[in-house]
């Protein structure tokens, strides 16, 4: 069983950055790969970021790729989402997951999802 919550959410102008933080409760944290989604009111779920056990391997949505950047402390069981250049259609609630499977982009392999965090970036 992974607890994870996440925290660093907030309001931030067009431009500016934020960092996310999702902490794992768990002695097999380490095993998991982590993915970090959003949802849009409205709007279906969807792909962020996700980071293999080993850190070794990073996968990034179109929509982020260059400006997000995932990263994993194994050692203090934490994933983070760093958040650069936000767009006003970068405001969702973040979820970060994990999962032991390869398909890390789909939302439908996470075994394990935390409660979210409102990102809102104002334009």
């Known amino acids: 069983q992974v607890y994870l919550v996440e925290s660093g959410g907030g309001l931030v102008q067009a431009g500016g950055s934020l960092r996310l933080s999702c902490a794992a409760s768990?002695?097999?944290?380490?095993?998991?790969?982590m993915g970090w989604f959003r949802q849009a009111p409205g709007k279906e779920r969807e792909f962020v970021a996700a980071?293999?056990?080993?850190?070794?391997?990073?996968y990034y949505a179109d929509s982020v790729k260059g400006r997000f950047t995932i990263s994993r402390d194994n050692a203090w069981n934490t994933v983070y989402l760093q958040m650069n250049s936000l767009k006003p259609e970068d405001t969702a609630v973040y979820y970060c997951?994990?999962?032991?499977?390869?398909?890390?982009?789909?939302?439908?392999?996470?075994?394990?999802w935390g409660q979210g965090t409102q990102v809102t970036v104002s334009s």
């Open positions: 997951a994990a999962t032991y499977s390869d398909y890390v982009h789909s939302l439908h392999e996470y075994d394990y």
């Open positions: 768990g002695r097999t944290f380490s095993s998991y790969a």
């Open positions: 980071i293999s056990w080993s850190t070794s391997n990073t």
